[in-house]
Nanobody
Framework: QVQLVESGGGLVQPGGSLRLSCAAS????????MAWYRQAPGSQRELVAVITSASTTDYADSVKGRFTISRDNAKNTAYLQMNSLKPEDTGVYYC????????WGQGTQVTVSS
């Protein structure tokens, strides 16, 4: 059974930082493209960052220079380091593992507010 479990979300003030983790079981993340998505209330889910199995990365324009996606294949875990957080970064953050098929995590809430 494949499971992706996100953690690290929470409430943070504008300008603060959070590090999200996505721990996988049942699959070897090393052969998957990993991505982080987010969904704000009343909005569609949007792609935030992606890292390929070759560790090539790409980011949404709204987070470039502030967020960093990474992976630790030995720990079977992907990460999203989020710095200089803004209120518009608020939402539920989901990780996804993609290859021929894809898997979603259950999501973790990030709230940026003073």
């Amino acid at each position: 059974q494949v499971q992706l479990v996100e953690s690290g979300g929470g409430l943070v003030q504008p300008g603060g930082s959070l590090r999200l983790s996505c721990a996988a079981s049942g699959i070897a993340l090393s052969i998957y493209t990993m991505a982080w998505y987010r969904q704000a209330p009343g909005s569609q889910r949007e792609l935030v960052a992606v890292i390929t199995s070759a560790s090539t990365t790409d980011y949404a324009d709204s987070v470039k220079g502030r967020f960093t996606i990474s992976r630790d294949n030995a720990k079977n875990t992907a990460y999203l380091q989020m710095n200089s957080l803004k209120p518009e970064d608020t939402g539920v953050y989901y990780c996804r593992a993609e290859r021929i098929s894809g898997y979603w995590g259950q999501g973790t809430q990030v709230t940026v507010s003073s």
